[in-house]
């Protein structure tokens, strides 16, 4: 492990470069600062608003996203981090804890599910926090592993996670995708 806020590579190498990964430069002598930078990648985005506001996504806009469904409605959001794991929120598991009870929907736009694009895939574990407090929230993280690899194409795209060292500058604009409401009080 590497001091503060320097880059660990793979190879043990520490860079001390601000944010190092996937900037087209080779910083790591084994080149694991630019390894894995695949993800965050919009195949089929197309040149549209964001869904703020009332407009909707367009198919493949965020090919991360995910839809886990509890008794086949929609019951919280996923990230697809690779082909086997997802992240969401622990407090999403609190009442249906039972992995089996679980199937997510991932390379879709639509809550119907009904695009040709969409994969259905089963969940296997469940992991949430291990400080995962429900009454305050803290920690409210979970990870998801899947029955079987998602299939990798234009409509599903891991995210992608920064390295533990990246630095986030103040009033750095972000993206948040979701199934959330478009307006307060819907």
Known sequence: RCPGNTFSCRN????????PECDDHLDCADGSDE???DCGLQPAWRAAGRIVGGVEAS????????????NHE???GATVVNQRWLVSAAHCFNEFQDPTEWVVYVGTTYLSGSEASTVR???????KHPFYNADTADFDVAMLQLASPLPFGRYIQPA????ASHIFPPRKKCLISGWGYLKEDF
């Open 121 to 127: 895939a089963r969940v296997s574990q469940i992991i």
């Open 12 to 19: 043990s190498q520490c860079v001390s470069k601000v944010n």
């Open 35 to 37: 390894a894995h930078c």
């Open 160 to 163: 992608c996670l920064p390295a």
């Open 74 to 76: 929609h019951f919280c």
């Open 59 to 70: 198919p493949g806009e965020f090919p991360w996203q995910a839809s886990l469904r509890e």
